[in-house]
């Protein structure tokens, strides 16, 4: 099962260089999307079979599979808009960049002591590598479906780590990281839709009536 | 009575739910404040034992950010009597249900002892203050409600990560895994290194961000500029101080696991940089709201300092957590009041305010007064505990850095402020209905005068409680 694990990790990472190297929206909702439901596999192939778990798992692929694209794929049709423009950063420079921060992680994790039984997976790596990528994405894009996307896969990063820790920690601090989620694009997806009322399109580097002179 | 601290404010979020009038609403919301106020009095005289395993445990960390919460929501709250009366044109619904769940889940983190769930309530305080931003419906408050909220939540997602770094080292070491601070505190020497310094980093780019510590404050002059004049005083006076209590927490873990020298480096560099930055930006502000933002990362910067600094200085940390907390609620109600009067946040139509309202203005220009570290206030008395430990310890280049940044600050924002309250009003000025009345300059004089007691004289069970606070953060050789 453990291999299985692993392959579906490796099949993470590579949704992460999709959604970094693609401009098309609905693209990178759908990448996104699989990203979540494969997420929400996983921890049925590292733990036993429980209701409690069963319930969990449903919770998370119906939020990380439909509800959320679902919101993310209104946004965006009614806002007319298909594909991120001009991002601040290059499509080739944020794939390599993606590429060293991968690297990078694989190397920070070899650095940390790991339990016996977690010793030969891509837990921590293949976390802090979606992490970095969520980052770099929330950075390097103008457009607020874009950012929500980056935050999304941020918290996917988060929840791989989570992963490890679902055993012996209770309940609580699984059930904050989903709330958050939920929460937080619920939040987000009503504020991206006053976003596109006032400026009648989702483009944040047109939010620069702040900016300092 | 620990369980009264969250349930009156929910209580209280779905009263105001219910009530239909726009007028009532605000004086609901004053009546759960001053019971929320009147059990934060009651419970800290009398302090109850940890309960629940340890969950909840009132210290005294906790108990100087719970009393600075909860008088500032207070005074808070009996603004927006008057306040909200000049705001009729939309519904102020959301608004007092966002502060009452606000409150709500800042007591939470203030009582609690299980990082996991000061996590949770930290994060709803980010979420229930997000459409409160948006208050005036408008192209720039969108934009500013943007920027806070996904700085915000990315900051609150990397500390989860650092927390779930430490529950792993826990794991890794092969005690009981938990988050529980004492707990942690217990096992500490057992713990990886590696692990706990790795959470420490992103505890602290977390909770840093959520504080507005530079670089990581780009959200605050638009969060705050655009918010109305009572949540500005929420959150440079209330959230900062949830989030620095947060801090305080894993301060707290870093010096049972010895790592506190890197973690003090770490605050010192920030801190002084968030005052340089700061100092920097409020040069020529011609946004009086946007300018008391920048003083927010200075003050930010100075409880950073101050903590980075360690010794006597932590004693300032922990005032200025008051001081701070009150004074800027001074100076956001009194400038929503000139903000009302004249209809405009930029020094160019504002000036001449004591003339056009002598109250507000002389308030706002005893807040600048205050906040600017000068005596008889209470930020004189923090700011000047660190300046001389700082030199004491021998620390001169930090001390002198801090000086320096006091001083041009105190330049940068006379030259706002000054021109604001002084000299005539401008002809074209626009003349609306605020007037000045008791329910909206009341609360700011009175935290004004609070800000001055507490710079004369400080009660006996506050100072113990803030000697508690001061020796729980003690360093052990």
Same mark, same amino acid.
């Given at each position: 099962?453990?291999?299985?694990?692993?392959?579906?990790?490796?099949? +993470?990472l590579?949704?992460?260089?999709?959604?970094?190297?693609?401009?098309?929206?609905?693209?990178?909702?759908?990448?996104?999307?699989?990203?979540?439901?494969?997420?929400?596999?996983?921890?049925?192939?590292?733990?036993?079979?429980?209701?409690?778990?069963?319930?969990?798992?449903?919770?998370?692929?119906?939020?990380?599979?439909?509800?959320?694209? &679902?919101?993310?794929?209104?946004?965006?049709?009614?806002a007319?808009?298909?594909?991120?423009v001009?991002?601040?950063?290059g499509? +080739?420079?944020?794939? &390599? &960049?993606?590429?060293?921060?991968?690297a990078?992680?694989?190397?920070?994790?070899?650095?940390?002591?790991?339990?016996?039984?977690?010793?030969?997976?891509?837990?921590?790596?293949?976390?802090?590598?979606?992490?970095?990528?969520?980052?770099?994405? &929330?950075?390097?894009?103008?457009?607020a479906?874009?950012?929500?996307?980056?935050?999304?896969?941020?918290?996917?990063g988060?929840?791989?780590?989570?992963?490890?820790?679902?055993?012996?920690?209770?309940?609580?601090?699984?059930?904050?990281?989903?709330?958050?989620?939920?929460?937080?694009?619920f +939040?987000?997806?009503?504020v991206?839709?006053?976003?596109?009322?006032?400026f009648?399109?989702?483009?944040?580097?047109?939010?620069?009536?702040?900016?300092?002179? | 009575?620990? %369980?009264?601290?969250?349930?009156?404010?929910?209580?209280? %979020?779905?009263?105001?739910?219910?009530?239909?009038?726009?007028?009532?609403?605000?004086?609901?919301l004053?009546?759960?404040?001053?019971g929320?106020?009147?059990?934060?009095?009651?419970?800290?005289?009398?302090?109850?034992?940890?309960?629940?395993?340890?969950?909840?445990?009132?210290?005294?960390?906790?108990?100087?950010?719970?009393?600075?919460t909860?008088?500032l929501?207070?005074f808070?709250?009996?603004?927006?009597?008057?306040?909200?009366?000049?705001?009729?044109?939309?519904?102020?619904?959301?608004?007092?249900?966002g502060?009452?769940?606000?409150?709500?889940?800042?007591?939470?983190?203030?009582?609690?002892?299980?990082?996991?769930?000061?996590?949770?309530?930290?994060?709803?305080t980010?979420?229930?203050?997000?459409?409160?931003i948006?208050?005036?419906?408008n192209?720039?408050?969108?934009?500013?409600?943007?920027?806070?909220?996904?700085?915000?939540?990315? !900051?609150?997602?990397?500390?989860?990560?650092?927390?779930y770094?430490?529950?792993?080292a826990t794991?890794?070491?092969?005690?009981?895994?938990?988050?529980?601070?004492?707990?942690?505190i217990?096992?500490?020497?057992?713990?990886?290194?590696?692990?706990?310094?790795?959470?420490f980093?992103?505890?602290?780019?977390?909770?840093?961000?959520?504080?507005?510590?530079? =670089?990581?404050?780009?959200?605050?002059?638009?969060? @705050?500029?655009?918010?109305?004049?009572?949540?500005?005083?929420?959150?440079?006076?209330?959230?900062?101080?949830?989030?620095?209590?947060?801090?305080?927490?894993? @301060?707290?873990?870093?010096?049972?696991?010895?790592?506190?020298?890197f973690?003090?480096?770490?605050?010192?560099?920030?801190?002084?940089?968030?005052m340089?930055?700061?100092?920097?930006?409020?040069?020529?502000?011609?946004?009086?709201? *946007?300018?008391? %933002?920048?003083s927010?990362?200075?003050?930010?910067?100075?409880?950073?300092?101050?903590?980075?600094?360690? !010794?006597?200085?932590?004693?300032?940390?922990?005032?200025?957590i008051?001081?701070? !907390? #009150?004074?800027?609620? /001074?100076?956001?109600?009194?400038?929503?009041?000139?903000?009302?009067?004249?209809?405009?946040?930029?020094?160019?139509h504002?000036?001449?305010?004591?003339? *056009?309202?002598?109250?507000?203005?002389?308030?706002? #220009?005893?807040?600048?007064?205050?906040?600017?570290?000068?005596? =008889?206030?209470?930020?004189?008395?923090?700011?000047?505990?660190?300046?001389?430990?700082?030199?004491?310890?021998?620390?001169?280049?930090?001390?002198?850095?801090f000086?320096?940044?006091?001083?041009?600050?105190?330049?940068?924002?006379?030259?706002?402020?000054?021109?604001?309250?002084?000299?005539?009003?401008?002809?074209?000025?626009?003349?609306?209905? @605020?007037r000045?009345?008791?329910?909206?300059?009341?609360?700011?004089? !009175?935290?004004?005068?609070?800000?001055?007691?507490?710079? /004369?004289?400080?009660?006996?069970?506050?100072?113990?409680?803030?000697?508690e606070?001061?020796?729980?953060?003690?360093?052990? =050789?």
């Open positions: 099962m453990i291999t299985i694990a692993d392959q579906l990790l490796v099949l +993470v590579l949704i992460n260089f999709v959604v970094l190297g693609t401009s098309r929206l609905i693209f990178s909702i759908r990448a996104v999307a699989v990203q979540g439901v494969i997420l929400g596999i996983l921890p049925a192939l590292i733990h036993p079979f429980s209701w409690h778990l069963v319930g969990i798992i449903s919770m998370i692929l119906v939020t990380k599979g439909a509800v959320i694209p &679902l919101l993310l794929n209104r946004a965006m049709r009614s007319g808009i298909k594909r991120e001009e991002p601040f950063l499509y +080739v420079p944020t794939l &390599l &960049l993606g590429a060293v921060f991968t990078l992680s694989f190397g920070f994790a070899g650095k940390l002591p790991m339990l016996a039984e977690h010793q030969n997976y891509m837990f921590v790596p293949a976390s802090i590598a979606t992490l970095m990528t969520g980052f770099l994405i &929330l950075t390097t894009r103008r457009k479906i874009s950012q929500v996307l980056g935050y999304l896969v941020l918290e996917n988060i929840f791989i780590f989570g992963l490890l820790l679902a055993e012996a920690m209770p309940i609580m601090v699984e059930a904050g990281a989903l709330l958050d989620l939920l929460v937080g694009t +939040v987000m997806g009503i991206i839709n006053h976003i596109s009322r006032e009648s399109s989702l483009d944040t580097s047109r939010l620069t009536s702040l900016k300092e002179e | 009575m620990l %369980a009264a601290l969250i349930m009156l404010p929910l209580i209280g %979020a779905v009263v105001t739910w219910l009530i239909p009038s726009d007028r009532l609403r605000p004086i609901a004053s009546v759960f404040a001053c929320h106020l009147g059990v934060t009095l009651r419970l800290l005289i009398a302090t109850p034992p940890p309960s629940a395993g340890g969950w909840f445990n009132l210290d005294a960390l906790g108990k100087i950010v719970l009393l600075s909860s008088v929501f207070f808070c709250a009996i603004y927006s009597i008057g306040y909200l009366a000049y705001r009729l044109e939309r519904s102020n619904r959301v608004l007092c249900i502060l009452l769940i606000c409150l709500s889940a800042a007591s939470m983190v203030t009582i609690t002892h299980h990082l996991g769930l000061l996590w949770v309530a930290l994060e709803t980010t979420i229930s203050m997000t459409p409160l948006y208050f005036n419906r192209a720039r408050s969108i934009e500013a409600t943007w920027k806070y909220l996904l700085i915000c939540s990315v !900051g609150v997602a990397l500390a989860l990560i650092g927390l770094f430490l529950a792993y794991i890794v070491a092969g005690v009981e895994p938990s988050l529980l601070l004492d707990d942690l217990r096992d500490a020497d057992k713990l990886s290194s590696g692990w706990v310094h790795a959470a980093v992103f505890l602290l780019v977390g909770f840093g961000s959520k504080m507005g510590l530079a =670089p990581l404050h780009t959200w605050k002059p638009d969060a @705050y500029g655009e918010s109305p004049g009572l949540v500005g005083a929420m959150l440079a006076g209330g959230l900062v101080n949830l989030a620095f209590l947060s801090l305080l927490r894993v @301060y707290q873990l870093c010096l049972a696991t010895r790592e506190i020298a973690f003090q480096n770490a605050l010192v560099v920030m801190g002084l940089f968030s340089i930055m700061a100092a920097i930006f409020m040069a020529r502000q011609a946004d009086f709201k *946007r300018m008391l %933002a920048y927010s990362v200075e003050h930010v910067g100075i409880m950073a300092v101050a903590l980075g600094l360690g !010794g006597k200085a932590v004693f300032g940390a922990l005032f200025h008051l001081a701070n !907390g #009150l004074t800027k609620g /001074v100076l956001f109600l009194s400038s929503g009041n000139i903000h009302r009067s004249y209809n405009s946040k930029s020094t160019d504002v000036r001449g305010a004591l003339r *056009r309202l002598p109250w507000s203005g002389g308030i706002f #220009l005893a807040g600048f007064i205050a906040i600017t570290g000068s005596p =008889p206030f209470a930020p004189f008395i923090s700011e000047f505990t660190v300046v001389s430990s700082a030199f004491i310890d021998g620390r001169y280049m930090v001390g002198a850095l000086l320096i940044s006091l001083g041009i600050i105190f330049i940068g924002m006379a030259l706002t402020v000054l021109p604001m309250v002084m000299g005539e009003v401008p002809e074209d000025s626009e003349v609306t209905s @605020y000045d009345t008791l329910w909206t300059v009341g609360p700011p004089l !009175g935290l004004l005068l609070m800000v001055f007691l507490l710079g /004369v004289w400080i009660p006996a069970p506050l100072m113990t409680i803030l000697q606070g001061a020796a729980l953060l003690e360093v052990h =050789p």
